[in-house]
């Protein structure tokens, strides 16, 4: 079965402890993306790879890391840094980063920090 | 900067009535322009992008660069749908230009 996949599904914290979220992609894609999805917000860019060992901050990357020693993979960490950890995020890819390429979007992971 | 504006959170339509999701954008060049749909307990997934110029759904969106628009619409809306889509552009010039910037959404709601 083919695509990207998140895990897992639903994940609980307590503040100030980090919790990292799994993305696992076998499209064999160079660019891989992180977003945070709010109510009334749309989706906003955390950070997005264009290539293995390369990253960079997106719209909103404080309190987030990230990490690409895979092409496969690009697992987000949310620090205890992050003031409003609680939202969906939203995992992607794509086949290069250059301009229309489609990218293709992960189930998702709800993150909820009490 | 680049920037996508969706002017209504919520539309709400009649089966068989036309449908226009509006959508304007601020950018200066040629972006590219996209329309992402999110169905119920569904993946967020393409619908279309301004260069295919496809029909997908019943959908069609026009680029309209005097008014910096991306209008969606559909003259006979269904059921089926009934979703969150969101405009979104992509930039030219490299690096963090291509990113994709997303409107903030509109949910669809087309009612029997």
């Known amino acids: 079965d083919g695509g990207i996949t998140q895990s897992p599904k639903y994940l609980f914290r307590k503040e100030g402890q980090n919790v990292t979220l799994s993305c696992e992609q076998n499209l064999n894609h160079d660019a891989m993306y992180w977003y945070r999805q709010d109510p009334g917000q749309g989706l906003r860019l955390i950070y997005y790879?264009?290539?293995?060992?390369?990253?960079q901050k997106g719209d909103i990357a404080e309190g987030y890391s990230v990490s690409r020693e895979k092409k496969e993979s690009f697992p987000l960490t949310v620090t205890s840094a992050q003031k409003n950890p609680t939202a969906f995020y939203l995992c992607?890819?794509?086949?290069?980063?250059?301009?229309?390429?489609?990218?293709?979007f992960g189930p998702g992971t709800r993150l909820t920090v009490t | 900067a680049q920037r996508v504006t969706q002017p209504e959170k919520l539309l709400s339509v009649f089966k068989g009535a036309p449908v226009e999701l509006k959508c304007n954008y601020s950018?200066?060049?040629?972006?590219?322009l996209f329309w992402y749909v999110q169905y119920s307990r569904q993946r967020l997934q393409l619908l279309l992008r301004h260069i295919s110029r496809e029909s997908i759904k019943g959908f069609t969106a026009d680029l309209n660069k005097g008014e910096t628009s991306f209008h969606l619409k559909k003259p006979f809306a269904q059921e089926e749908d009934s979703a969150m889509y969101y405009c979104a552009l992509s930039g030219r010039g490299g690096g963090s230009n291509y990113k994709l910037t997303f409107g903030k959404g509109t949910l669809l709601t087309v009612n029997p």
């Open positions: 992607a890819s794509s086949i290069s980063s250059g301009q229309g390429h489609e990218q293709y």
């Open positions: 790879s264009q290539i293995v060992n390369d990253f």
């Open positions: 950018y200066s060049g040629s972006p590219e």
